[in-house]
Each structure stands twice: as C-alpha cells, then as structure tokens.
C-alpha cells in the first residue's frame, strides 16, 4: 500500500525531526521547507497528500503562503502546527481549508490523530480551542480580532511587505525576494502604513508581532 506524501515546513531543524519521527513510520517524508517561500515552491513540485506547516515563519507565513497555494489548486490536506493556542489564527486557518490546527507543545500526542481525520476527510482542532472555533465558523462571524481590523483592508502584496520589513530587510533586499523595484516597495510599505495608521518601522514592527506576522 503507497503511504501518503508529506511536506513539513517549519523553520526549526528540532521541530522537523520531532514530526520525522512521529510520522515516518506511517507516512513518506517527501520534503521539508524552512520558510514560506520554500514552503509554496516545494508543494508546487512535489504536490504532496499533506503539508504540516507552522504559522509563523520567515520570509512568508504559514498562512500566507497557503493563501498562495489555494490559488493553485493543490489537493494537499493542511494541517497547521503552531505554539499560537488562537481561535482568530484557527478560524483563519479552517477558512483557508486547513484540515488540522494544533499546538507544537501536543504534537507527539495529537499530531498522528490530526492526520487520520484529515485524510479521512473531517477536521482536527486541538481541544483546549475546539469550542470557541467552532462556535465561530458555524456561525460565519468573524473572529474576535477580526471585527473592524484595519489587516483585513491589506493586499496578499502589503502583508508580505509588512513581514519582510518587521524582519528588518532592506528595500532593495525585499524588492528582489518579490521581483518589484525598491520604489515599489516604499509604495506597498507606506500604503499599508496609512491603512494601519503607524508612523514608524518601529510601530510597524511591534504591529507584526501582535498578529503573528513575526515572532
């Protein structure tokens, strides 16, 4: 029997090697990415049965970059694995089509569960959240931090410009990760500036760790 196809994405070599032991024997590790951007191009190429990926990581997140691969029509079950016990970061997750969302701290307890339901086709949420979350997918609200939050007014382009400068690159270093001019860059950065009204890269920063844009 063909044991299903995994890619794990997670920027920790430790955390890695923690689902290669949990996993392996009943799955094929085809990949591991250590970023976002590694994370969308290998599941391009290697088209895995299910991606594991954290949230925040760097150069893109987890979220963002499924937000990428929804466009592509990936078949892919996602299941993410993250220190953020977050009903707003689940609902997103489970609005994106992720299968599975639970806490790093559970993972050699709940990790091999998470998959069976995802390949069986129902959802995993780790139980210390279960209720709120889907209290709130079923009634279709937004989540809590969601309600007038000036982040849902940013572009796919803002939010990853927003990353790239909390994590301290250059203009002209984020304009060749996103193949834009660096004066492209200082247009997405000061837009999404004035959406979020901040007036520094400091103010800018902090904003990132508060959503778990960064860590």
Known sequence: MTKPKVLLADDHPLIREGMHSILEPDYE??????DGR???RAALELRPDVIVTDIAMPNL???????????ENLSAKIIFLTMHASVDFAVQAFRLGASGYLMKVDASEELARAFKEAL???LYITPSIAKDVMMV??????APSEDEEPWTTLTSREREVLQLVAEG?????IGEILHISPRTVER???????KLKL????ELTQYAIQRGVIS
Not at 137 to 142: T, V
Not at 188 to 194: A, G, P, R, S
Not at 199 to 202: D, E, P
């Open 61 to 71: 997140n987890g979220l963002e970059a499924i937000r990428q691969l929804q466009k």
């Open 137 to 142: 997918l079923m009634e279709g609200s937004k």
């Open 38 to 40: 590694e994370l969308v």
């Open 199 to 202: 007036r520094t890269t400091a």
């Open 120 to 122: 069986a086709g129902r």
């Open 29 to 34: 590790i085809v990949g591991e990415a250590k």
């Open 169 to 173: 690159r250059k203009m002209a270093e």
């Open 188 to 194: 997405h950065k000061y837009n999404l500036m004035d």
